[in-house]
C-alpha cells in the first residue's frame, strides 16, 4: 500500500520570501510523483510531476520539486513567492508497477495551506 | 472548452434522502473517477472508472454507487444520505489508466447533509 504524509498543515509566509512544502511518501515500489494546487473555490490543478529521468522537476510559475529515493520525499521549493500563490498544495504518488487494483490509482495528501501575507 | 462539468455546485439534503451527482467531461478521456474531499483528509477516491463499461471500488465506496453512463459521463448517487456523507465531491478524468496520475478536476459540488 502507498501512502503519503504532508507535514505541515498551513505555511504562512510574506511575499517575496522562499517557501519549502514538505512531502513524504510510503510504496514498496517505484511510484510517480505529484504536486497538484487547489485555489479557493476551484477543482485541483496539476502542477508539476515526476515520472522519470531528472530528478527535478519544475512548474511554468516558478515551483519546483526534486525526489529524493532515500528520503522517500518529494519536497515543493520555491525561492520567491506572490499572492497569487495562496491556495492549497497537494501532493500525490502513484504506483504504476504495483499491479492488480493500484495500478493507477493517485494517493492524496492532507494538503498544506499556503498563506502569503503582503 | 468546459474540461469537467459537475452539477450541482451546491446541495442541501436530508437525512435519508437520495441524490445524484452528474459528471461529464468533453476531452474524449477514458477514465473518469469520483473524489471526496475532506478537511484534513486530502482527497479520497470513492469510485473510479478505467474505461467506459467498467467501475471500480475506491477507497471509500460505502453508502454510494456509480453509473458510467457512456464515455462522456460518470454519475456518483447518494442512496440514502447520512450526516458523515457532508463533504466536496470533485469528479476528475484522465486520458486512460496509465495517464500517470494526471487527472483532470471539475469544480467541486459542496453537499451538506442534514
Known amino acids: 500500500a502507498q501512502s503519503v504524509t504532508q507535514l505541515d498543515s498551513q505555511v504562512p509566509v510574506f511575499e517575496e520570501a522562499p517557501v519549502e512544502l514538505r512531502c513524504n511518501y510510503s510504496?514498496?515500489?517505484?511510484?510517480?510523483l505529484f504536486w497538484y494546487v487547489q485555489y479557493p473555490n476551484q477543482g485541483l490543478q496539476l502542477l508539476l510531476k515526476?515520472?522519470?529521468?531528472?530528478?527535478l522537476v519544475e512548474s511554468i510559475n516558478g515551483f519546483e520539486a526534486e525526489f529524493n529515493k532515500s528520503q522517500t520525499s518529494f519536497h515543493l521549493r520555491k525561492p520567491s513567492v506572490h499572492i497569487s500563490d495562496t491556495a492549497e498544495y497537494f501532493c500525490?504518488?502513484?504506483?504504476?508497477?504495483?499491479?492488480?487494483?493500484?495500478?493507477?490509482?493517485?494517493?492524496f495528501g492532507q494538503g498544506t495551506i499556503l498563506t502569503v501575507h503582503p | 472548452n468546459a474540461g469537467v462539468t459537475q452539477t450541482p455546485k451546491f446541495q442541501v439534503l436530508k437525512t435519508g434522502q437520495s441524490m445524484t451527482l452528474q459528471c461529464a467531461q468533453d476531452?474524449?478521456?477514458?477514465?473518469m473517477y469520483w473524489y471526496r474531499q475532506d478537511p484534513g483528509m486530502g482527497l479520497r477516491l470513492i469510485y473510479y472508472?478505467?474505461?467506459?463499461?467498467?467501475?471500480d471500488k475506491g477507497e471509500v465506496p460505502n453508502g454510494y454507487n456509480v453509473s458510467r453512463l457512456n464515455k462522456r459521463e460518470f454519475s456518483l448517487r447518494l442512496e440514502s444520505a447520512a450526516p458523515s456523507q457532508t463533504s466536496v465531491y470533485f469528479c476528475?478524468?484522465?486520458?486512460?489508466?496509465?495517464?500517470?496520475?494526471?487527472?483532470?478536476f471539475g469544480e467541486g459540488s459542496r453537499l451538506t447533509v442534514l
Open positions: 472508472s478505467a474505461s467506459e463499461g467498467t467501475t
Open positions: 476528475a478524468s484522465s486520458e486512460d489508466w496509465t495517464s500517470a496520475g494526471e487527472l483532470f
Open positions: 515526476y515520472l522519470s529521468g531528472s530528478t
Open positions: 500525490a504518488v502513484s504506483s504504476p508497477n504495483a499491479g492488480g487494483t493500484s495500478y493507477g490509482k493517485l494517493t
Open positions: 476531452m474524449n478521456h477514458n477514465s
Open positions: 510504496s514498496s515500489v517505484s511510484v510517480y
